[in-house]
């Protein structure tokens, strides 16, 4: 798998949708967020983790995602596990900023890390994603911008077309 991380700055969106920009927005000012002690822990990690109604110490890449949109005022995702970002009728096959992408884990069976899609260059996608690290674990120390290339992606899902915004959900 081919994974890099991208050091410093924020702002590629490159969408031209306002709410697929207002998700990546949300994610890439979360980007240098650390766990406190490596533990799944830390009053932001936390706080990812309690949108979906978890405990600090779990895993919380699809929490933070979840909570991006909550921040957004999405009512949906509520998930903390990373399968549920995928169902059937939220799937796209290209990618594009604000949509969410799932790597598939084969010693797992199952998608077992996913993030948000921050800009498309070719076949290379800049991303944002929690409970990460700098060598593209699945279980890391922070939210990281990660240059991932399409080939090492196995779904794309689209949570902003047909979901309801709720007044007053934003954080």
């Known amino acids: 798998m081919f994974c890099f991380a991208i050091v410093g700055g924020r702002g590629l969106s490159g969408s031209s949708?306002?709410?697929?920009?207002?998700?990546?927005?949300?994610?890439?000012s979360q980007i240098g967020i650390r766990e406190a002690t490596g533990n799944n822990d830390g009053p932001e990690v936390e706080a990812y983790l309690a949108s979906v109604?978890?405990?600090?110490?779990?895993?919380?890449?699809?929490?933070?995602?979840?909570?991006?949109?909550?921040k957004g005022g999405y009512s949906a995702?509520?998930?903390?596990?990373?399968?549920?970002?995928?169902?059937?009728?939220?799937?796209?096959?290209?990618?594009?900023?604000?949509?969410?992408?799932?790597?598939?884990?084969?010693?797992?069976?199952?998608?077992?890390?996913?993030?948000?899609v921050e800009r498309v260059n070719g076949n290379w996608l800049s991303c944002v994603e929690g409970n990460t690290n700098t060598?593209?674990?699945?279980?890391?120390?922070?939210?990281?911008?990660?240059?991932?290339?399409?080939?090492?992606?196995?779904?794309?899902?689209?949570?902003?077309n047909n979901n309801s915004k709720k007044k007053g959900a934003a954080l």
């Open 77 to 116: 995702p509520v998930t903390g596990w990373s399968p549920a970002l995928f169902p059937s009728r939220r799937l796209v096959k290209i990618p594009a900023p604000g949509v969410l992408f799932g790597v598939y884990f084969p010693s797992l069976k199952r998608i077992a890390h996913c993030g948000v």
């Open 17 to 28: 949708d306002v709410s697929h920009e207002q998700i990546v927005a949300i994610a890439q």
């Open 135 to 160: 060598n593209g674990s699945r279980n890391g120390d922070g939210v990281y911008r990660k240059l991932r290339h399409v080939k090492t992606i196995y779904r794309y899902s689209d949570w902003i």
């Open 53 to 70: 109604g978890l405990k600090k110490g779990e895993p919380w890449c699809a929490a933070f995602l979840s909570w991006v949109f909550k």
